[in-house]
């Protein structure tokens, strides 16, 4: 069967060649209408006096007759349309809509459709059958890697009909995981690609984009750089950001995006997001960066005795499969410690000294470790310290005994002045007794 657009030779059976009937005059009808205007989207072809039709439409779909001489042959043309919304070049994750359309001289089949991608994996569609002449269909959403040649299998069984009308299919978006999660030890290099697919799929549309990062979903988003990709598929960046400490690599692959970040910092964790753009519609991916880092309170050399915290952090919410262990160089089971499901934090006290060990593990797999080396401190120290401690014991001794001997000198002087009131008290009551007797007797 012949579909629209596409061009199809009809044959006038009854005539071979080198037959006196090559030499007849032939005539082509549609329905009744005579096919005069040889040259344009019809032709007759020698000798067999076939009739091509290029160019094809759905209204030249119909009875078609051959006649020579006496001689009549009547042949029926059935012709598909298939149609694929937006002209068959999509953005990741777009569902694209598919409508065939059929016109036939006798009454329309009811057609059985089947797709198959460009792998040839039949695809799950919803087909929608309006009426005989129109069948929508509804596919899933896309990927990058669908881009190809698909095929649409059209089946009737009566009258009987196996057709396989393949189209194209260009699905521009990334080569990257859907969400990719890269891990990095603080102070560390990093870089990080978006892999393009319109090199490959030989996208021949000129698209733009840009790179955006955000600390944490519903923060701030930061434009870092825009993109153009002309038609001939060169990438053209213009680095945005002046604040942002990153760099453009130079001699990167083709159809690739890609950042570096020479030195990276706690706080520059969380999510960087490429985002595509073609005719007013978006593609977009993310890679969501979690730094880690180690640390120790006190800082320093470990004193005999004494113990240090070490501290393993990471910058952001680990998935449910992953964890962080600590764990003592050649050390004992003692030793280890795993933080709780999508702990951020993990601490572990340390007596001894010794090379630590800080690993994130997600599905039994070491990401990424850091190491952090506990000194013990030299003898010299400990005997300040050990003197140190001593000394302060025993100039807290002193200070008690001064505040004792002190003490007791001020009550002893309270006392004694004490007593002297008393004193004084008295001799001054004796003597105004006195005073009054004396009184007494001059007035008698």
Same mark, same amino acid.
């Given at each position: 069967m012949p579909s629209f657009g596409g061009e199809v030779t009809l044959n006038c059976p009854g005539i071979i060649a080198g037959s006196k009937l090559t030499q007849e005059k032939v005539t082509w009808k549609h329905y009744n209408t005579l096919l005069s205007f040889i040259g344009d989207r019809f032709d007759i072809k020698s000798p067999h006096k076939q009739l091509q039709v290029r160019n094809l439409k759905l209204t030249d779909a119909g009875i078609y007759t051959c006649k020579y001489g006496s001689h009549e042959v009547r042949t029926s043309l059935h012709i598909f349309n298939l149609n694929l919304s937006l002209d068959g070049h999509f953005l990741q994750n777009e569902a694209p809509e598919l409508i065939l359309m059929q016109n036939s001289s006798s009454p329309?089949? +009811?057609?059985?459709?089947?797709?198959?991608?460009?792998?040839?994996? #039949?695809?799950?569609?919803?087909?929608?059958?309006?009426?005989?002449? !129109?069948?929508?269909?509804?596919?899933? /959403?896309?990927?990058?890697?669908?881009?190809? *040649?698909?095929?649409?299998?059209?089946?009737?069984?009566?009258?009987?009909?196996?057709?396989?009308?393949?189209?194209?299919?260009?699905?521009?978006?990334?080569?990257?995981?859907?969400?990719?999660? /890269?891990?990095?030890?603080? +102070?560390? *290099?990093?870089?990080?690609?978006?892999?393009?697919?319109?090199?490959?799929? !030989?996208? !021949?549309?000129?698209?733009?984009?840009?790179?955006?990062? /955000?600390?944490?979903?519903?923060?701030?988003?930061?434009?870092?750089?825009?993109?153009?990709? *002309?038609?001939?598929?060169?990438?053209?960046?213009?680095?945005?950001?002046?604040?942002?400490?990153?760099?453009?690599?130079?001699?990167? #692959?083709?159809?690739?995006?890609?950042? !570096?970040?020479?030195?990276?910092?706690?706080?520059?964790?969380?999510?960087?997001?490429?985002?595509?753009?073609?005719?007013?519609?978006?593609?977009?991916?993310?890679?969501?960066?979690?730094?880690?880092?180690?640390?120790?309170?006190?800082?320093?050399?470990?004193?005999?005795?004494?113990?240090?915290?070490? *501290?393993?952090?990471?910058?952001?919410?680990?998935?449910?499969?992953?964890?962080?262990?600590?764990?003592?160089?050649?050390?004992?089971?003692?030793?280890?410690?795993?933080?709780?499901?999508?702990?951020?934090?993990?601490?572990?006290?340390?007596?001894?000294?010794?090379?630590?060990?800080?690993?994130?593990?997600? +599905?039994s797999d070491r990401k990424i470790s850091l190491h952090y080396l506990v000194e013990e401190a030299p003898v010299w120290i400990n005997y300040v310290i050990i003197g140190a401690s001593i000394g302060g014991s025993l100039l807290a001794f002193a200070l008690g005994c001064l505040c004792i001997i002190s003490g007791i000198s001020w009550q002893r002087r309270r006392q004694r002045a004490k007593r002297m009131a008393q004193a004084r008290q008295h001799l001054l009551e004796n003597r105004t007794c006195q005073m009054g007797k004396n009184c007494f007797q001059e007035r008698s």
């Open positions: 329309l089949p +009811d057609l059985s459709i089947t797709l198959f991608d460009s792998n040839n994996n #039949r695809v799950t569609a919803e087909v929608q059958n309006k009426n005989r002449q !129109k069948y929508i269909v509804n596919l899933k /959403k896309l990927e990058a890697m669908d881009s190809g *040649t698909w095929v649409c299998q059209v089946h009737s069984d009566s009258p009987l009909i196996n057709e396989n009308i393949s189209f194209a299919v260009k699905v521009l978006g990334f080569q990257n995981p859907d969400l990719e999660r /890269k891990y990095a030890a603080v +102070d560390s *290099t990093v870089i990080l690609s978006w892999h393009l697919n319109s090199q490959k799929i !030989k996208w !021949k549309e000129g698209f733009t984009g840009q790179l955006n990062w /955000k600390q944490q979903e519903g923060a701030n988003a930061h434009e870092l750089l825009d993109f153009n990709a *002309t038609a001939q598929g060169e990438l053209n960046e213009t680095k945005k950001s002046s604040n942002f400490l990153f760099e453009i690599p130079e001699g990167k #692959r083709e159809s690739t995006i890609e950042v !570096k970040l020479p030195k990276v910092h706690f706080n520059h964790s969380g999510q960087y997001q490429c985002q595509l753009k073609y005719q007013g519609r978006y593609a977009q991916n993310k890679i969501e960066l979690v730094v880690m880092k180690v640390s120790a309170n006190p800082a320093g050399p470990l004193s005999r005795g004494a113990n240090i915290t070490l *501290t393993c952090q990471v910058s952001g919410l680990l998935p449910p499969s992953a964890y962080l262990h600590w764990e003592r160089v050649n050390g004992t089971e003692m030793d280890k410690k795993n933080s709780k499901q999508q702990e951020v934090k993990l601490d572990v006290n340390v007596s001894a000294a010794g090379l630590w060990s800080c690993h994130l593990i997600e +599905d």
